[in-house]
């Protein structure tokens, strides 16, 4: 048996941008085990939530992630609307979806962006962001932020967007659609790409059940399971089915997202035509008294927001499991086993977001 | 408006590896633990399979914070309890992956055990720069520089 | 399995100018309803109701009514917009475009001169 050794790996390291920390246990070129420690930037905003009012802590869920910023606020006044049975207005549960998978789309933009950065396609990288940013264009067009979209109320959403403006949005989607599928051909036919992604990293089915794997992490391992499918917001009156795919692999993740890009741009164009006319806000009135979980899907997968309120308006208990968090155990399982060179495009393929699972 | 039915399920402390255990035999999946601490601790252990939700939930009293780890059967269980185990002062017994109060590098220990006295700035959570200690409060003296 | 894949993306966006600005020389104008910055727009209506300083989640708003001055400090806003949205008096106003940097902390600080005539009680 060869000897054992350990290499540190980040929480600094040039190809990975989360404050993750591993220990990975080598033997040779071989991983025999990764130990993560997280916990460097753990914020504690869970426990604001019982000094703030909690119609002014959507502002704070908000910026839990500044990638899914949006689906952030979306939860939490989900989780405070659920408690209050606060019937909010259709239109505004339809401008939550198109609002959300525009933050999808633009989620997935940026992790194919680094992940090609990370295998050194850097022209695919700059073009992927590229496409980003006239995405983030849009967002800002329709809601009034770039990131943080700052729209999501409890009640509903603080702004409304007129049919001509949708009509607008609608047309400029459909020339970066035109653009993302130009991008998604590279991804998933070009010999290089499929060289560093494919049979690396595999996370077989039962594993990744078994681990808890959440998101685009568990449907690329053929498990159609998606939040959305609760029917939350409109996702009730969309018509779509969960991406999958079978290999278990980077590149099948990879392809999750690309296929899930593609499935934000048609539900966003069922949501603009079946939208429905009239409010975008209800009026809040009380405060929250009993608890609830609301679950919804963010571009890294699950995420579940837990709040209980005993009649004030400061919360008693605010709780968020990110997607990250769900996603570790399986990153350590498919760490094993992998050589040293893969480990930064593994890390990658989870699509960590520490930040958020740490809030 | 979706409201999901979310059956809430008592159970003993002693009874939760067995029950856990189950779970994972029947295929259900470790969505999230969640513990919350007023006067006693409350511990919700939150399932799911094929969209249908369940939670457990444990409650014992602040003398005696100790919980039997469920890592041995879900292992990424690991993550959850050393959370708790972190920001709540648990003790997990059996725990498989144990950082022993080191997950998390915090400046207090335990800072979500103790409900904050209202207003005082020492209780802000995490003692963390980044986290407003006194809300609410007058804001400093204005800058001697107005523009 | 294919070679060169982007080859035809890159000859395609070579032909083309730049995405990118030629930035200090070409400036990006923001869209309509972005929130760029928070402006007492008339000071003169300004009741200093104080509503836009409870209002805000940050406190970034501070309203001395004795004094009669309304202070915001920037760094602490995070564009929002409530602050506009609730005031009575339509005083305040978001702007498309976004403050300049600073180089130190400071309080952006508005005085009410003492008018002839005083604008309609509050
Ligand atoms: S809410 Fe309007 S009128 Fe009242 S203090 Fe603020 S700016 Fe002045
Ligand atoms: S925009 Fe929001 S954060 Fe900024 S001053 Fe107004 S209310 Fe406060």
């Known amino acids: 048996m060869s000897r054992r050794t350990i290499i540190p790996f980040g929480p600094q390291h040039p190809v990975l941008p989360e404050p993750i920390h591993l220990d990975l246990v080598m033997e040779d070129e071989k991983v025999v085990e990764a130990i993560p420690s997280i916990g460097f930037i753990h914020r504690g905003l869970e426990k604001m ?3 703030k009012d909690f119609q002014e802590m959507a502002y704070i869920a908000e910026r839990i992630c500044g990638i899914c910023s949006f689906i952030h606020s979306m939860g939490y006044c989900q989780a405070i609307e659920a408690v209050l049975r606060l019937e909010i207005p259709r239109r505004a549960e339809f401008l939550r979806v198109i609002w959300g998978e525009m933050s999808r789309i633009h989620s997935h933009l940026l992790w194919l962006g680094l992940t090609a950065d990370a295998f050194g396609f850097e022209s695919l990288f700059m073009h992927t962001w590229r ?5 983030l264009d849009l967002i800002e067009e329709t809601s009034g932020g770039r990131v ?3 729209v999501c109320k409890v009640g509903g959403v603080r702004r409304d967007v007129d049919a001509e403006a949708l009509d607008r949005l609608l047309a400029a989607l459909a020339d970066l659609e035109a653009d993302c599928r130009e991008i998604a051909a590279v991804f998933a036919r070009d010999a290089s790409v499929q060289r560093r992604l494919s049979g690396i990293g595999v996370l077989p089915k039962e594993e990744a059940l078994r681990l808890g794997a959440v998101g685009p992490t568990l449907r690329g391992s053929g498990v159609p399971s998606d939040s959305r499918r609760l029917g939350y917001a409109a996702y009730d009156a969309l018509d779509w089915a969960p991406v999958t795919e ?3 692999d980077c590149r099948a993740r990879c392809l999750v997202r690309m296929r899930e890009i593609a499935q934000s741009f048609d539900l966003i164009r069922q949501a603009v035509a079946k939208i429905p006319e009239g409010p975008v806000s209800a009026k809040v009135v009380g405060a929250p008294r009993g608890e609830y979980f609301a679950r919804l899907e963010q571009p890294r997968g699950e995420v579940v927001y837990y709040v209980k309120g005993n009649g004030t ?10 997607p990250t968090f769900a996603n570790l155990p399986p990153l350590l399982k498919i760490l094993q086993g992998c050589e040293l060179p893969d480990v930064p495009i593994i890390v990658l393929t989870i699509d960590p977001c520490i930040s958020c699972a740490e809030r | 408006m979706m409201i999901e ?3 809430l399920e008592p159970l003993d402390r002693a009874a939760l590896p067995a029950r856990v255990a189950a779970l994972a035999k029947e295929g259900w999946r470790l969505v999230q633990i969640c513990c919350s601490c007023r006067d006693a601790y409350e511990v919700t252990y939150s399932f799911d399979r094929e969209g249908r939700f369940l939670n457990l939930r444990i409650g014992f009293s602040k003398e005696d914070p100790a919980l039997p780890s469920i890592t041995e059967s879900y292992f990424g269980a690991f993550a959850y309890e050393n959370e708790m ?3 709540f002062g648990l003790r997990l017994d059996g725990l498989k992956l144990n950082f022993h109060g080191n997950f998390y590098r915090l400046a207090k220990k335990n800072p979500f055990l103790d409900p904050p006295a209202a207003g005082s700035p020492g209780a802000s959570p995490a003692a963390s720069p980044s986290a407003p200690s006194a809300e609410g409060a007058p804001r400093a003296a ?6 | 399995m294919a070679h060169l894949t982007i080859s035809k993306l890159l000859a395609k966006s070579a032909a083309k100018k730049p995405a990118t600005r030629r930035y200090p020389a070409e400036k990006r104008t923001p869209p309509k309803g972005a929130r760029g910055r928070v402006t007492m727009k008339q000071l003169e209506t300004c009741v200093f109701c104080g509503v836009c300083g409870k209002k805000c989640p940050t406190r970034a708003i501070a309203v001395k009514r004795a004094e009669k001055t309304w202070e915001i400090d920037r760094l602490k806003c995070i564009l929002c917009g409530e602050c506009v949205e609730v005031c009575p008096k339509d005083s305040l106003t978001m702007e498309e475009e976004h403050a300049a940097a600073f180089v130190a902390k400071r309080i952006e600080s508005h005085v009410q001169r003492p008018q002839p005539a005083p604008p309609d009680p509050p």
Not at chain 1, 131 to 135: G, S, V
Not at chain 1, 313 to 321: A, I, M, N, S
């Open chain 1, 148 to 150: 943080i979209f700052g």
């Open chain 1, 313 to 322: 308006k400061h919360l008693e208990r605010f709780r968020v499991r990110t």
């Open chain 2, 142 to 147: 204005p800058d001697p520089r107005p523009t």
């Open chain 1, 49 to 51: 939530a019982e000094k």
């Open chain 2, 5 to 7: 039915t979310q059956p």
């Open chain 1, 131 to 135: 496409l980003r940013e006239k995405l």
């Open chain 2, 85 to 87: 185990q972190d920001l």
């Open chain 1, 246 to 248: 079978e290999a278990g």
